[in-house]
C-alpha cells in the first residue's frame, strides 16, 4: 500500500498546475460567449474594448488568422460567422492584466442575426437519426432472436422509460492553456489535460504543426472525469492569441463559461423492455437510447453498450438514436455510456424483480452468463456473482424486507437497494523508457497522466517490482509530451496500458543490466504496440455491485445516502490505497447522479441555466456517510503483465440505481427521471 507519491507535493502547493508556470512577461487572455442560441455573426465592434490602456488584441471571426484544420468544429475557433449554439466562444481579448481583459470582453458588441435555437431533446424530434458508429467504434444497434415476439409471449413484462439530465464534470482545476510560442516556430502549452500525447497531436494538425513542434506539459492535473479527455477550444485560443501578441499568455476558464465550452454527459431518453418467465429467467431485452449531439461534431455516446453484455437472454435488441440539437457538443463524462446505460438497465432489473416477487440479487444471479451474450465470446474473467454474494454478505442483505415502505423510524423511511455495475478492461498501444543511473537510481518515462488518479505511483509500483528495487529508488515522470507516447488517460485504460509499457521497459532494462552502471547510464524503452495486438480473443470487463441504505425524510422527501458498500472484481488490484480512492470516488458521484446533479437547458434561449457550483450541486463531505469499497481477489491471466483491470470509472456505473432502487425501497414511489429530488417524491406518492 503506497500513498501517492506526489502528495507531500500536493498539500504544500509545491505541486505546479498549468496557470502556476512562471512566464515571462504574460498576457491574459478573457474570452466573449455567444449571446444567440444560433445565428450568424452580423458585426463585432471593438472600437471601445480596444480603447481601454493594456488591451494588446481582440480576436473574432472578423480577424482571427485561419487554421490549418477546422475538421473538429469544437476546435474552429473563430474560423467561421455560425454561431452554433449559446456559448460559443465567439470573440477573445488579450490584456496587459486579467482584469483588464475581462474588462475589454464586457464592452465588446457582437451583433447577431439570430435564430430560434432547437435545443430540447425529445423522443419524437423529427432529427433523430442512426449514427454510423457509436462511440468506441461500437455498432449502432444489435439484434439477436425476435425480442418483439419473445418480449410479447413473455409470462412478466417491464416496459419503463428513464430519463437522465445532461451533467457536467465540474473537475477542481478548470481547462487551463498556458501558451508559450518558441523562437524556432514551436509551441509549448502547459495544459491541463488527461493526455498530453494527443493533445500535441490534434494541436499540432490544428495549427499545421509537425507533431514535434508541439510539447505539452501537464504533471499535474486537478481532475478531468473525461473532460479534459480531447483537448478544448481554450487550448486553441491561447495558442492562437499567444502568436497574435507575440507573448506567453494565460487562460484559464471560468467555471462559469465551462458549461458551454468543456463538454457535458448527454442526456437520455431510455425504453427498457425486460420479458421473463414466472423464475425471471430473461427472454427478451430492449434497450432503446435517444441521445443528443450537437451541428457542429457528432458525439454519439454508446449508452446501451453495456446492455449488449450483462445478462443472458436469446432475444436482444440494443439501438441508439441521436438528434444535431444546438448545444454544445456532448462528450465524455466518467463511463460514458455504461454510467447511463446501467442506471437504467440496473433500474429496470429492480423492477422486473419486483414484479417477479424475487430477490433482486438472486434475479441477477439467475441471469449471469458465462459468455458474452451478444458476441458469443468467453470472458478473461467474470466475477459478476461473487460480487453479489459478497456484498449481499457483507450488507446485511437477508435480512432484508422486501415490501417497499416497511422500514421506518420516525419521519425516516428507510430502504435498501442494489444494483450492478461493469466496465471494459482496456488496452491501449505505448511506449516508455527506463534508465538506470551509477547512484543506483532509476528513471522511468511515459506521457501518461495522472489526473488525481494515483497514477504515478501505481506505475511507480510496477516499475519498482519490475526492477525489483526499492520504490525510493525509482523516478516516476508522466505528463509531458516529450517523453515516449502513451494513450489518453480515460476508458480507464492507464493501469493496463502505461504498465504495460513501463513494466516491458524495466524488463528491457534488467536485462541489459549487469553488474555496475557505466557512468553515461544504461537506458531501455519498450513499444507495446505489437503485444496489444498481439490479444487472444475474449470478451474483457470488470464487474460488481453496488448495494446502497437510503432514509427519506417523509415530510420533505430529502433523501440521504445512509450507507454504500461496492464490491469489486477489477483484476489485480496495483495500489490498494488510491484504488480505494477511484472506486469511492465513483460512488459519490453516483449518489451525486441520483439525487443532484442535473444541468438545465434554458429551452429559450439555449445554454445551460446554473453554471456553478452553488448551482450545480454535487455531494459534499455531509452527503457521504457510511461508504466503502472492497474487492475480490480476482486472478486473469488474459490482460496484460499485471492482471489488472481498470478501476476509475466503475464504481459510478450501476451507483445510480442502487441509490433509486432503495428510494424505490423505501417509499414505494419508482423515480424513472434523474436526478431524485424531494420534488418528485413528494408529488407522486
Ligand atoms: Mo474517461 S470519461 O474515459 O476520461
Redesign the pocket.
Known amino acids: 500500500m503506497t500513498h501517492r507519491l506526489e502528495g507531500r507535493e500536493k498539500v504544500t502547493g509545491g505541486a505546479r498546475y498549468a496557470y502556476e508556470y512562471p512566464m515571462e512577461d504574460p498576457a491574459y487572455v478573457a474570452a466573449v460567449q455567444a449571446e444567440a442560441g444560433r445565428g450568424e455573426i452580423v458585426a463585432v465592434d471593438a472600437a471601445s474594448a480596444r480603447r481601454l490602456p493594456g488591451v494588446l488584441a481582440v480576436l473574432s471571426c472578423e480577424n482571427a488568422p485561419e487554421l490549418a484544420s477546422r475538421s473538429n468544429g469544437e476546435l474552429a475557433v473563430f474560423q467561421s460567422r455560425t454561431v452554433s449554439y449559446r456559448g460559443q466562444f465567439v470573440a477573445a481579448v488579450v490584456a496587459e492584466t486579467l482584469e483588464t481583459a475581462r474588462e475589454a470582453a464586457r464592452l465588446l458588441r457582437v451583433e447577431y442575426a439570430a435564430e430560434d435555437p432547437d435545443v430540447r431533446l425529445r423522443d419524437d424530434h423529427p432529427g433523430l437519426y442512426k449514427p454510423d458508429k457509436v462511440n468506441a467504434g461500437l455498432p449502432a444497434d444489435t439484434e439477436l432472436g425476435d425480442p418483439e415476439t419473445a418480449f410479447g409471449s413473455s409470462e412478466v413484462r417491464i416496459d419503463v422509460t428513464y430519463t437522465t439530465p445532461a451533467e457536467h464534470n465540474n473537475p477542481m482545476e478548470p481547462h487551463t492553456t498556458v501558451a508559450h510560442w518558441n523562437e524556432d516556430g514551436s509551441l509549448t502549452l502547459y495544459e491541463s489535460t ?1 493526455g498530453a500525447s494527443s493533445h500535441a497531436r490534434t494541436i499540432a494538425r490544428v495549427f499545421g504543426l509537425d507533431r514535434e513542434q508541439v510539447r505539452v506539459v501537464a504533471p499535474h492535473v486537478g481532475g ?3 473532460a ?2 480531447s483537448p478544448r477550444p481554450n487550448s486553441v485560443l491561447a495558442a492562437m492569441a499567444a502568436r497574435e501578441v507575440g507573448r506567453p499568455v494565460k487562460f484559464a476558464v471560468p467555471r462559469q463559461q465551462m458549461f458551454a465550452t468543456t463538454g457535458y454527459r448527454t442526456p437520455t431518453i431510455q425504453r427498457l423492455r425486460l420479458g421473463a418467465g414466472a423464475d425471471g429467467t430473461l427472454n427478451a431485452i430492449m434497450h432503446d437510447v435517444v441521445e443528443q449531439t450537437s451541428t457542429v461534431r457528432e458525439f454519439a455516446e454508446q449508452t446501451a453498450s453495456p446492455t449488449r453484455i450483462m445478462y443472458r437472454a436469446p432475444h436482444r435488441r440494443t439501438t441508439h438514436r441521436v438528434v444535431a440539437l444546438d448545444v454544445p457538443t456532448p462528450s ?5 455510456g455504461e454510467t447511463p446505460g446501467m442506471y437504467a438497465l440496473e433500474s429496470a432489473m429492480d423492477e422486473l424483480a419486483a414484479a417477479a416477487g424475487i430477490d433482486p440479487v438472486e434475479l441477477r444471479i439467475r441471469n449471469d452468463t458465462d459468455r458474452e451474450p451478444e458476441s458469443g465470446l468467453p470472458f478473461s474473467s467474470r466475477n459478476l456473482v461473487a460480487c453479489l454474494r459478497e456484498g449481499a454478505d457483507r450488507f446485511g442483505w437477508a435480512a432484508r424486507d422486501p415490501a417497499p415502505r416497511s422500514r421506518r423510524e420516525g419521519r425516516r423511511l428507510i430502504g435498501t437497494g442494489v444494483a450492478a455495475t461493469t466496465y471494459p478492461a482496456r488496452l491501449n498501444p505505448g511506449r516508455a523508457t527506463a534508465r538506470a543511473d551509477p547512484d543506483g537510481t532509476f528513471t522511468v518515462r511515459i506521457a501518461a497522466a495522472d489526473i488525481g488518479t494515483g497514477a504515478r505511483t501505481a506505475l511507480a509500483v510496477l516499475a519498482a517490482e519490475t526492477l525489483k528495487a526499492d520504490l525510493d529508488r525509482v523516478r516516476m515522470e508522466v505528463g509531458d509530451s516529450s517523453y515516449p507516447a502513451a494513450s ?5 485504460s492507464g493501469t493496463a496500458s502505461w504498465g504495460t509499457a513501463v513494466v516491458r521497459a524495466c524488463e528491457a532494462l534488467r536485462e541489459r543490466l549487469n553488474g555496475s552502471v557505466p557512468p553515461e547510464g544504461v537506458e531501455a524503452s519498450a513499444d507495446t504496440a505489437d503485444e496489444v495486438k498481439a490479444q487472444e480473443e475474449y470478451a474483457r470487463h470488470a464487474f460488481g455491485a453496488h448495494f446502497a441504505e437510503v432514509e427519506v425524510d417523509a415530510d420533505t422527501g430529502e433523501v440521504s445516502v445512509s450507507r454504500m458498500l461496492g464490491v469489486f472484481a477489477a483484476g489485480r488490484i496495483v495500489n490498494p490505497v488510491t484504488a480505494r480512492s477511484q472506486f469511492v470516488g465513483g460512488m459519490i458521484m453516483g449518489i451525486g447522479m441520483a439525487l443532484m446533479e442535473e444541468s438545465v437547458m434554458d429551452e429559450r434561449f439555449g445554454d445551460y441555466l446554473n453554471r456553478d457550483l452553488a448551482q450545480y450541486h454535487v455531494p459534499a463531505c455531509a452527503d457521504v456517510r457510511d461508504i466503502e469499497a472492497v474487492w475480490l481477489e480476482e486472478t486473469d491471466p488474459h490482460l496484460n503483465p499485471m492482471g489488472a483491470k481498470g478501476i ?2 466503475i464504481g459510478i456505473v450501476g451507483a445510480a440505481a442502487a441509490v433509486g432502487n432503495a428510494v424505490h425501497h423505501a417509499t414505494g414511489v419508482r423515480v424513472r427521471d434523474l436526478p431524485i429530488t424531494p420534488a418528485k417524491l413528494l408529488t407522486r406518492r
Open positions: 488527461q478531468g472525469f473525461g479534459k479527455g465524455w463524462m466518467r463511463a460514458p489518453v488517460a480515460g476508458g480507464s476509475g470509472e
